[in-house]
């Protein structure tokens, strides 16, 4: 993203612990500093104050509290703003935008708790207008295509967008080369075109002659997990899904026990509903969910009130 001017936060890797200090001194606060491999998901430090900054710098590179991994650290721009996902056809040429959509990473409502793989989503998210939709097509979408391209990795197929609309414009913050769960559960509904077809033009090189088409209307997916997730929670629990919503029902973390469905993950199952409004989306999928049961069964009850409150209806 550097190299090619693709925005994202401002950065800068250091694995000379003086000269990380020394650029504390001016780096605007609040500050992110990660450490550059693997920490157990632990290895990042939102700092507030330049102390905290310079204190997180000296547990990492001085006393090694995430080991080797805290040799090496990045220093990033601390970005604010609403968070959108959105997944995309390619076949390295065209870019084909799907239906945007809202996470809810937190596991407890109101966005408290740890953060999880998610806990629900919304389709269409209503910051993502229009007019960003445009701003992000030709700053990010079709540069990332292109820097691919240049660097001789040709990328065809879904790749995802996690993007932050700050008030300097939106950010890049993640890529990820698949569809994305739970955002998929609400994407893909809202289809109308034929995913096979698009799949295929996807691989042949010949998307920017295919029809993707999405309805008009919204999606609301709620994620039923086991209690105590994302940290220790039991499994191997029946679960009683009725007949008249299975088919809105995505199984995640669910197993065949003695020819009956049980519980084997923290996000247990992804209860979808697609209405003509958003408010009506989530009541529908909430409606199913109640019908749904499974012992240790835990959700959100306030997926999509920050969709709404944003002005989503």
Same mark, same amino acid.
């Given at each position: 993203?550097?190299?090619?001017?693709?925005?994202?936060?401002?950065?800068? =890797?250091?694995?000379?612990?003086?000269? @990380?200090?020394?650029?504390?001194?001016? @780096?605007?606060?609040?500050?992110?500093?990660?450490?550059?491999?693997?920490?157990?998901?632990?290895?990042?430090?939102?700092? %507030?104050?330049?102390?905290?900054?310079?204190?997180?710098?000296?547990?990492?590179?001085?006393?090694?509290?995430?080991?080797?991994?805290?040799?090496?650290?990045?220093?990033?721009?601390?970005?604010?703003?609403?968070?959108?996902?959105? /997944?995309?056809?390619?076949?390295?040429?065209?870019?084909?935008?799907? =239906?945007?959509?809202? &996470?809810?990473?937190?596991?407890?409502?109101?966005?408290?708790? /740890?953060?999880?793989?998610?806990?629900?989503? =919304?389709?269409?998210?209503?910051?993502?207008?229009?007019?960003?939709?445009?701003?992000?097509?030709?700053?990010?979408?079709?540069?990332?295509?292109?820097?691919?391209?240049?660097?001789?990795?040709?990328?065809?197929? +879904?790749?995802?967008?996690?993007?932050?609309?700050?008030?300097?414009?939106?950010? =890049?913050?993640?890529?990820?080369?698949?569809?994305?769960?739970?955002?998929? %559960?609400?994407?893909?509904?809202?289809?109308?075109?034929?995913?096979?077809?698009?799949? %295929?033009?996807?691989?042949?090189?010949?998307?920017?002659? +295919?029809?993707?088409?999405? @309805?008009?209307?919204?999606? +609301? +997916?709620?994620?039923?997990?086991?209690?105590?997730?994302?940290?220790?929670?039991?499994?191997?629990?029946?679960?009683?899904?009725? @007949?008249?919503?299975?088919?809105?029902?995505?199984?995640?973390?669910?197993?065949?026990?003695?020819?009956?469905?049980?519980?084997?993950?923290?996000?247990?199952?992804?209860?979808?509903?697609?209405?003509?409004?958003?408010?009506?989306?989530?009541?529908?999928?909430?409606?199913?969910?109640?019908?749904?049961?499974?012992?240790?069964?835990?959700?959100?009850? &306030?997926?999509?009130?920050?969709?709404?409150?944003?002005?989503?209806?």
């Amino acid at each position: 993203m550097k190299k090619y001017g693709i925005p994202t936060a401002a950065y800068e =890797v250091f694995d000379d612990m003086q000269k @990380a200090l020394d650029y504390i001194k001016d @780096a605007p606060i609040p500050t992110v500093i990660k450490a550059d491999g693997l920490a157990l998901g632990k290895g990042v430090i939102i700092a %507030q104050t330049r102390e905290e900054a310079v204190e997180a710098v000296r547990s990492m590179m001085e006393d090694k509290v995430f080991g080797e991994s805290g040799s090496h650290i990045v220093i990033e721009e601390f970005l604010t703003g609403p968070e959108v996902s959105v /997944l995309s056809f390619t076949d390295g040429k065209t870019v084909v935008p799907m =239906v945007s959509s809202m &996470d809810h990473k937190r596991a407890g409502d109101n966005d408290t708790g /740890l953060n999880t793989g998610g806990m629900g989503t =919304v389709a269409p998210n209503p910051c993502y207008t229009p007019e960003i939709a445009e701003v992000c097509m030709r700053e990010i979408f079709l540069p990332t295509i292109n820097a691919m391209n240049a660097e001789g990795r040709t990328f065809k197929g +879904c790749l995802y967008f996690g993007l932050m609309l700050t008030p300097n414009g939106p950010r =890049v913050i993640e890529y990820n080369c698949r569809f994305g769960d739970p955002e998929t %559960q609400v994407v893909l509904p809202l289809l109308e075109s034929d995913l096979l077809t698009i799949m %295929q033009a996807t691989a042949n090189g010949t998307l920017g002659e +295919c029809e993707v088409k999405f @309805a008009d209307r919204h999606a +609301c +997916c709620v994620i039923m997990a086991s209690k105590g997730y994302p940290t220790k929670y039991d499994k191997g629990f029946a679960i009683d899904i009725p @007949a008249n919503v299975a088919e809105s029902v995505y199984v995640a973390g669910a197993a065949i026990k003695d020819g009956s469905l049980v519980t084997s993950g923290g996000r247990v199952l992804g209860v979808t509903a697609v209405e003509n409004t958003l408010e009506a989306a989530i009541d529908a999928s909430y409606e199913k969910v109640k019908q749904i049961h499974f012992e240790n069964a835990y959700y959100r009850n &306030d997926i999509g009130a920050r969709a709404l409150a944003a002005g989503g209806k």
